[in-house]
């Protein structure tokens, strides 16, 4: 089979692969039936894998869930059929899988990063969104693939097919990383703990969906990563009757609502752009009750490492102070980041002379401005500090909606068109 029927032939699988996992999205580190489907995709093909616990650091990990829900998403995934070997090897929240190819030809060690993960969103029924209107919208109420990470490790398994169908024509080693939790910069540092990108020479990732150019473009490179730091804080005071003796009281709500307005008030810097949002604020079990309890999610991102170093700071001394101020405890956990970065700007010309005689790309961009946060980061970064080179690409579709939004979906054109570019610069280097 020649590369143009080989790539013809994925057309359908990717489509496929990609509404499969949508139908059954899961958070970081509950990826077990994610891994699951991973590895049965690959376990016949001539890659090596390596799943969970070997796969990553378990210590270099941030936000991991509480063991409750751990042992919730392992019951599940038990009763989805997920063989217990296989389960073992993941138990904890390990999840992933690193699938490794050496086609023994010298050459190149190219390595590849697809996420998995999805968001905590309930997806929208309305007739009109196209996973609800084609039926595979989300069958976990709650979680959803709402930014194309099930886009991304249905690309990967094509990637996947393509170098163990052409093993023979290639050279070098090929490393595949289906990470897990990347929402929230919270699992590809532990991948990269374990060496997997220590002697790589060229790094390929990039993103479904960005940018409002029709399906079958390409971005080169990604501008502006915002590094970010994501934080969880609890504030702790003492419950008691609002009418009777609200003097008693210690006001955890108060403190955490203070402490959300003040920290949208944060200055802004002079050097580059920053970000502080608080996404999540939940206090109080009752109108007569003071509030003993509040627990908030918030993020800072800065155009630089030492700008979001900057926002992280004052952040943490605004909520210390607003607990300080209504006299309550307060706890500051640090759940996941993610660095700033840029792509090496060789893989412009390189993704552009690659791509020439791509009938599934309509044109190659230079750059395509991110101004989000990505832990994809710390793998480029590692690779770069080891004399490699990285790029983290983008293939754009016109969106219905935002990515983590309820009614997100991506053009599916735009899988065949990632998967080609991949293919055609694995050929190209």
């Known amino acids: 089979m020649d590369h ?74 038990a009763s989805f059929g997920v063989p217990s070997n296989l389960l073992d090897q993941m138990r904890g929240g390990n999840t992933g899988v690193v699938a490794v190819l050496d086609t023994g030809n010298p050459g190149p060690h190219v390595a590849m990063r697809f996420d998995i993960d999805a968001l905590p969103i309930l997806e929208s029924d309305e007739d009109n969104h196209v996973p609800t209107k084609e039926g595979f919208k989300s069958e976990r109420p709650g979680e959803m693939h709402a930014c194309g990470h099930d886009g991304h490790t249905a690309i990967g ?31 590809a540092k532990a991948m990269v703990a374990k060496g997997w990108l220590d002697d790589v020479d060229y790094f390929l990732s990039g993103h479904l969906g960005i940018g409002e150019h029709e399906a079958g473009m390409v971005a080169a490179t990604t501008s502006r990563f915002l590094a970010s730091a994501k934080l969880n804080v609890h504030f702790k005071g003492k419950s008691a009757h609002a009418g009777v003796e609200p003097n008693v009281g210690r006001n955890a709500l108060l403190a955490a609502a203070s402490a959300s307005l003040h920290l949208h008030n ?50 943490k001394r605004i909520i210390q102070a607003s607990g300080d101020l209504y006299n309550v405890e307060t706890d500051i956990e640090f759940m996941g980041e993610a660095l700033n970065g840029n792509c090496d700007p060789e893989f412009i010309d390189w993704v552009k002379k690659a791509n020439e005689h791509n009938p599934y790309v309509k044109e190659v961009y230079d750059v395509q401005e991110l101004g989000a946060s990505e832990d994809v980061t710390f793998m480029m970064k590692r690779v770069q500090e080891r004399g ?21 979906d991506v053009d599916e054109y735009s899988l065949i068109t990632a998967v080609s570019t991949f293919i055609n610069i694995i050929r190209f280097l």
Do not use: C, W
């Open 388 to 408: 490699g080179k990285a790029t983290f690409m983008v293939f754009p579709s016109p969106l219905p909606a935002g990515h983590h939004h309820p009614k997100f």
């Open 157 to 187: 398994l094509g990637v996947a097919k393509y170098l163990h169908q052409f093993k023979e024509e290639l050279k070098g080693t090929f490393t595949l990383l289906f990470q897990p939790a990347e929402e929230g910069g919270r699992g």
């Open 4 to 77: 143009s029927a080989f790539l013809k032939s994925l057309e359908g699988y990717l489509v496929e692969k990609r509404r499969e996992f949508h139908r059954y999205p899961e958070v970081g580190f509950t990826e077990y039936v994610t891994t699951h489907r991973i590895v049965e995709e690959l376990k016949d093909l001539d890659f090596t894998l390596t799943v969970g616990k070997d796969a990553l650091v378990s210590e270099e990990r941030y936000g991991v869930p509480s063991a409750e829900v751990l042992s919730e998403a392992e019951e599940r995934a």
């Open 266 to 315: 944060i200055p802004r810097h002079k050097d580059g752009a920053t970000r502080v949002n608080v996404g999540r604020l939940v206090a109080g079990s009752g109108r007569n009750v003071i509030a003993d309890t509040a627990f908030m999610e918030m993020e800072t991102r800065g155009e630089t490492t030492e700008l979001n170093e900057y926002m992280q700071t004052e952040a």
